[in-house]
């Protein structure tokens, strides 16, 4: 059975951070390619970040390039999100997602987790 179950979401003052977990149950990462998504109040869910299959290259959104970090172990089968500078507009709920059609980015998330609130303010 395919589980993706985030953690490590809080309230963190801007400039501040945070690292994202997800642990990954019901394959193997190096299968599919993973992606980060989040969702804002009012707005649309949207891809933050995505990992090939291999881990050979790593896309991110512009708005989160060069302050966020996607990472993932093998051997735990867990992802990571690390996150910092983080602004206001950073508040959302964070999902990690799999697409298991697919090995490379972008891709949908299909598959997802429950989701982490990370919400910035002071």
């Known amino acids: 059975q395919v589980q993706l179950v985030e953690s490590g979401g809080g309230l963190v003052q801007p400039g501040g951070s945070l690292r994202l977990s997800c642990v990954v149950s019901?394959?193997?990462?190096?299968?599919?390619?993973m992606g980060w998504f989040r969702q804002a109040p009012g707005k649309e869910r949207e891809g933050v970040a995505c990992l090939r299959y291999d881990g050979s290259s790593t896309w991110y959104a512009d708005s989160v390039k060069g302050r966020f970090t996607f990472s993932r172990d093998d051997a735990k089968n867990e992802l990571y999100l690390q996150m910092s500078a983080l602004k206001p507009e950073d508040t959302a709920t964070y999902y990690c997602?799999?697409?298991?059609?697919?090995?490379?980015?972008?891709?949908?998330?299909?598959?997802r987790g429950q989701g982490t609130q990370v919400t910035v303010s002071s």
């Open positions: 019901g394959f193997s990462l190096d299968r599919y390619a």
């Open positions: 997602a799999a697409d298991l059609l697919s090995r490379y980015c972008p891709v949908a998330d299909t598959t």
